[in-house]
């Protein structure tokens, strides 16, 4: 198994836009309850709330210690999780009949799916041209450590401390 961090984030994004396809499939027909909506977002919020995290705690501030060129990149990327993290509490507390759910939850998915998207496309290339093998792979290291320990719930003290800490840091 590759112990890459831009590997590893990327096995995140590809679990996140199955979740997604899964919600949007969740829409059609009959066999779109709210309970199945439910146990969906639970887990789009739970999985995007460890991604984060992860991001937030490890690669971002080793990448902004290591490439100072790529620090307006980082700052636009924790502005990024600040919305998506706002979305991820709301969802968390709101009940899945409400009105509001299915669309807080589409504009939740376009905002990661952007992200996602810049990060892969634009940014990953840039830290690995800056950085290199090994490491890439000391971060992945620091990662695979710190993932048992990261927060599943938008409401654990740990995820908000490290929220509040992304958008003041
Ligand atoms: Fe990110
Ligand atoms: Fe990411």
Request: charged residues 35%.
């Amino acid at each position: 198994m590759s112990t890459d961090a831009i590997v590893l984030l990327k096995e995140d994004h590809k679990e996140m836009r199955r979740l997604f396809r899964e919600f949007e499939k969740a829409q059609e027909g009959p066999e779109g309850p709210a309970s199945r909506r439910r146990k969906l977002v639970d887990e789009i919020v739970a999985a995007l709330t460890t991604h984060t995290y992860l991001e937030n705690e490890v690669m971002y501030p080793e990448v902004r210690k290591l490439v100072p060129d790529l620090e307006d990149d980082i700052l636009e990327s924790y502005e990024e999780h600040h919305v998506a993290d706002v979305l991820c509490a709301e969802l968390a507390a709101m009940d899945a009949s409400d009105d509001h759910f299915v669309a807080k939850t589409t504009v939740l998915i376009e905002n990661v799916e952007h992200h996602i998207e810049e990060e892969e496309q634009e940014w990953f290339p840039k830290v690995r041209e800056a950085l290199g093998r090994n490491p890439l792979q000391e971060i992945g290291e620091r990662m695979i450590a710190l993932r048992p320990d990261a927060p599943r719930s938008p409401s654990d003290p740990k995820a908000i401390k490290s929220a509040r800490h992304a958008i003041t840091a």
